[in-house]
């Protein structure tokens, strides 16, 4: 099994000095959705889901197109909820964000005032992702090693998320403990390939990182992160 987690390309979190929430893509972003539709046009994969925020469904549409395939949404993958700040002033949001990295570690666990605090996003990716797998028949084994059963280790699934999903994912995959700021521990840019690859054990199988944060399609002056 290979689970291939792709970031949204570049969005436009700030227009005319005011902080958009569920931002388009930006004109690099599109150009980066583009270039990555043009890499995956040959990739070979079962399925393919998409967060229900717009900038993954722009970033998949390419891909998707590219396939013959329609968007389908798994809610689960949505980003981390920020506050209620559409409209607001850059400097505002700007801020928001160099407080939040200045807080001491465990604070961090509370996140953003008025957003989803860190704890709750990621139980939500961790509990999302179990039902989301164990519906498609991969189990995880009861050990405290990070090992799984999977029904068809042959499969590929594509999901379109975001950094913060993408990284959460990733530690669930393969049993590492969450930490406050999987932002910072996984950097991961715009319109990345990410790829976790099941490796056969005498008892299971665990999955293994195979590519993090690939960005070869994208030329110097798109890579943005």
């Not at 270039?35 to 390419?62: I, K, N, V």
């Not at 519906?135 to 998320?161: K, N, Y």
Request: charged fraction near 25%; charge should be negative; include cysteine.
């Amino acid at each position: 099994m290979e689970i291939v987690l792709i970031r949204h390309a570049e969005p436009e979190w700030i227009k005319d000095g005011r902080a958009v929430v569920n931002p388009p893509l930006t004109d690099r972003g599109r150009s980066q959705a583009r270039l990555l539709g043009d890499r995956m046009r040959t990739a070979e994969f079962d399925h393919a889901y998409c967060s229900p925020l717009l900038r993954t469904h722009q970033t998949a549409e390419p891909t998707l197109g590219h396939h013959g395939r329609d968007l389908v949404i798994e809610e689960w993958l949505e980003e981390i909820r920020e506050p209620d700040w559409h409209g607001q002033p850059a400097e505002h949001y700007i801020r928001a964000y160099r407080d939040e990295m200045a807080r001491g570690a465990e604070e961090r666990w509370d996140g953003i005032p008025g957003g989803e605090p860190v704890r709750d996003f990621v139980a939500r990716i961790h509990s999302g992702c179990t039902e989301f797998l164990l519906q498609r028949g991969v189990r995880r084994v009861e050990s405290p090693l990070p090992l799984w059963e999977i029904d068809d280790p042959g499969e590929t699934i594509v999901l379109f998320a975001h950094a913060g999903t993408n990284s959460v994912v990733v530690c669930h995959l393969l049993g590492l403990q969450p930490t406050p700021w999987e932002w910072e521990r996984f950097v991961i840019g715009h319109a990345s390939v990410t790829r976790l690859s099941a490796m056969k054990l005498g008892d299971g199988w665990t999955f293994s990182l195979t590519a993090l944060s690939d960005v070869e399609h994208l030329g110097p002056d798109q890579r943005t992160r």
